[in-house]
């Protein structure tokens, strides 16, 4: 168990529907990364959060968005789904902005019908 | 721009074997090079880091490579065992703007260890 929560662990949705995932990184962790997982792909960044604040963007679509709340929990929302869409989305956290090890979690699965 | 290249796509070898994991990347100005073992349905765990103030690190059968200069890294995995099967991600910190810790991930290599 790495500490870092993800929910919904799985989630069916239509086309053009719009979601949240939700991820709470390990107690005392200020940064959060969202990472997706496309079938036989590998980690695509999508962006970082810092306290707070947006910290570092990756090949994130317009459709989609982040935030951090005060309390450091993030939430990625994704809308106008389309079926390329339907991915693993993985959260991680760090204590701070310095490198080193990436907390995973177990990550969100989700099919865009 | 930020690019990991990781090669062999799929790798697989009889137990015992050695197996030998390659990846190159963009940014000269990454220090940081750490990689994630996931196995089928799991999350990513990092199974060994190194920086570019060294150049080789171990840990019992694995063992990672740094050539700086060439921009490439290594994983070495010795006498495998069934259980190292899995999907191995290699990565490089992703400098960009400056210091935030984000890694840009290999598209990774998927080692069967045959019995």
């Known amino acids: 168990d790495s500490g870092v929560t993800q929910t919904p662990k799985h989630l069916i949705t239509a086309t053009g529907q719009r979601v949240t995932l939700r991820c709470s990184p390990r107690s005392g962790d200020l940064s959060v990364y969202w990472y997706q997982q496309s079938l036989d792909q590998g980690l695509q960044f999508l962006i970082q959060y810092y306290n707070g604040e947006e910290r570092a963007k990756g090949n994130i679509l317009e459709r989609f968005s982040a935030q951090q709340f005060p309390d450091l929990h993030s939430e990625l929302n994704l809308s106008s789904l389309e079926l390329g869409d339907s991915a693993l989305y993985f959260c991680?956290?760090?204590?701070?902005?310095?490198?080193?090890?990436?907390?995973f979690g177990e990550g969100s699965r989700l099919t865009v019908l | 721009g930020e690019n990991v290249e990781q090669h062999p796509s799929t790798l697989s070898v009889q137990e015992g074997d050695s197996a030998v994991i390659k990846c190159t990347y963009s940014d000269s100005a990454s220090n940081y090079f750490p990689w994630y073992k996931q196995e089928l349905g799991k999350r990513p765990q990092l199974i060994i880091d190194?920086?570019?103030?060294?150049g080789e690190k171990k840990d019992q059968r694995i063992a990672v490579t740094l050539n700086k200069t060439a921009k490439h890294f290594s994983l070495h995995i010795t006498e495998t065992q069934p259980e190292d099967s899995a999907v191995y991600f290699c990565?490089?910190?992703?400098?960009?703007?400056?210091?935030?810790?984000?890694?840009?991930f290999g598209q990774g290599t998927t080692l069967q260890v045959k019995p």
């Open positions: 991680a956290s760090t204590p701070t902005v310095n490198t080193g090890e990436l907390f």
């Open positions: 190194i920086r570019s103030n060294v």
């Open positions: 990565a490089a910190e992703g400098r960009g703007s400056g210091n935030t810790g984000k890694l840009i």
